[in-house]
């Protein structure tokens, strides 16, 4: 996961890559993910997320759609 | 002579201490321990801390590298990468910028992300204070779809 000044450098790093367009998240979108992905991390009692806590966790930051459908 | 009951002896309670361990040298010196160096904590055989390494990369959490040493113990990185996380005068590595940012996460901590753009390498550096990214100028690209995100983390 990368970090890019704007979409439109993202569209060039593709370009360059020969990649098509990933999945995008704004900063707070990421800032958000970060803090309920990792903020118990320290605890010792953290285990980990099951695939439907994560992709529930995915759908309150609004990342929808078959390219955040995590496998079943 | 007592005995522990099997929670505070067996394999689960080793993972719990070897996971707790790693962390606290990562947090104290920003670097991740070497397996030998956790046995030595640990008083336990070298094979049993590598056993007990196995079972925490089965959560991706945790990977290897080929050596066997730490790669990666989420959202810390055990090598040097172009993500840092700062906060207070400490700083460690994340593996990208999700786990950077997911470092002051952890923390709960205000501090800093240094990392620069993807496409054109300008240094991009993202402040979290009182628990708020200040930064809204920018964006993040994820290039794998979730559901191969470890078919090769490395690379994801």
């Known amino acids: 996961m990368l970090l890019f000044r704007s979409e439109q450098h993202v569209d060039r790093w593709c370009r360059q890559w020969n990649r098509p367009r990933g999945g995008m998240l704004s900063l707070t979108q990421g800032w958000k993910l970060a803090r309920l992905w990792y903020g118990d991390r320290l605890?010792?009692?953290?285990?980990?997320?099951?695939?439907?806590?994560?992709?529930?966790?995915?759908?309150?930051?609004?990342?929808?759609?078959e390219f955040w459908q995590l496998g079943g | 002579?007592?005995?522990?009951?099997?929670?505070?002896?067996?394999?689960?309670?080793?993972?719990?201490?070897?996971?707790?361990?790693?962390?606290?040298?990562?947090?104290?010196?920003?670097?991740?321990?070497?397996?030998?160096?956790?046995?030595?904590?640990?008083?336990?055989?070298?094979?049993?801390v590598q056993a007990a390494?196995?079972?925490?990369?089965?959560?991706?959490?945790?990977?290897?590298?080929?050596?066997?040493?730490?790669?990666?113990?989420?959202?810390?990185?055990?090598?040097?990468?172009?993500?840092?996380?700062?906060a207070g005068k400490r700083s460690w590595w994340g593996n990208c910028i999700w786990d950077a940012l997911g470092i002051l996460a952890a923390l709960h901590q205000d501090g800093l992300v240094r990392a620069s753009c993807g496409c054109c390498n300008l240094e991009m550096i993202l402040h979290v204070r009182k628990g708020a990214l200040q930064e809204k100028r920018?964006?993040?690209?994820?290039?794998v779809p979730a559901r191969l995100w470890y078919d090769d983390v490395v690379f994801t």
């Open chain 1, 43 to 65: 605890s010792p009692s953290w285990r980990g997320k099951t695939a439907e806590e994560a992709q529930a966790l995915f759908t309150e930051i609004g990342l929808v759609g």
């Open chain 2, 1 to 48: 002579m007592g005995t522990k009951p099997a929670s505070q002896t067996g394999p689960n309670a080793l993972d719990r201490r070897l996971r707790l361990l790693i962390y606290d040298h990562i947090l104290d010196t920003g670097r991740a321990p070497l397996v030998a160096q956790m046995a030595r904590r640990l008083s336990r055989p070298l094979r049993q």
């Open chain 2, 53 to 86: 390494l196995r079972r925490l990369c089965a959560s991706h959490a945790f990977v290897l590298q080929e050596n066997g040493e730490l790669w990666r113990a989420a959202p810390f990185s055990a090598v040097p990468t172009g993500f840092t996380a700062e």
């Open chain 2, 138 to 143: 920018g964006t993040i690209h994820f290039a």
